[in-house]
């Protein structure tokens, strides 16, 4: 579970490499936020070819957390990083790639854009 300024890893091609979360942007009035919800982050650090410099802000989409996440099966997954992909306005993914494993979760909160992106859907 990421909640505000919670450091994360940006894991799509957009070349923007850390951000901090800086609000919740699910429906409830929840703290946390949890594989496939959306959130605003702040650019920490960014590569210079990046359309992002440090400061800007953008929406994103958590695809992975450290904190485990509980199946309808009765199993657990957890990463070892939190993770997010920049989106756009209407949930679209920015990046072309996202590097790393994500939760298959994200396709059934509706970010099947995102899951075919990824190198691995766990």
């Known amino acids: 579970m990421l ?43 960014a590569s210079p070819s990046s359309s992002f410099k440090k400061g800007d802000t953008a929406r994103a989409v958590v695809v992975r957390t450290k904190k485990e996440v509980r199946r309808k099966d009765g199993t657990y997954l957890r990463f070892d990083d939190n993770a997010v992909a920049l989106i756009d306005e209407d949930d679209e993914p920015i990046g072309k790639r996202i590097f790393g494993p994500v939760a298959k979760e994200l396709r059934d909160v ?8 990824a190198e691995e859907v766990i």
Request: charge should be positive.
């Open 3 to 45: 909640q505000r300024q919670s450091k994360v890893i940006v894991a799509d091609n957009s070349w923007a490499k850390v951000a901090q979360v800086i609000g919740i942007l699910k429906g409830s009035m929840s703290d946390k936020a949890t594989i496939g919800d959306r959130v605003k982050v702040a650019i920490k650090t």
């Open 110 to 117: 509706g970010f099947k854009d995102v899951a075919t992106l």
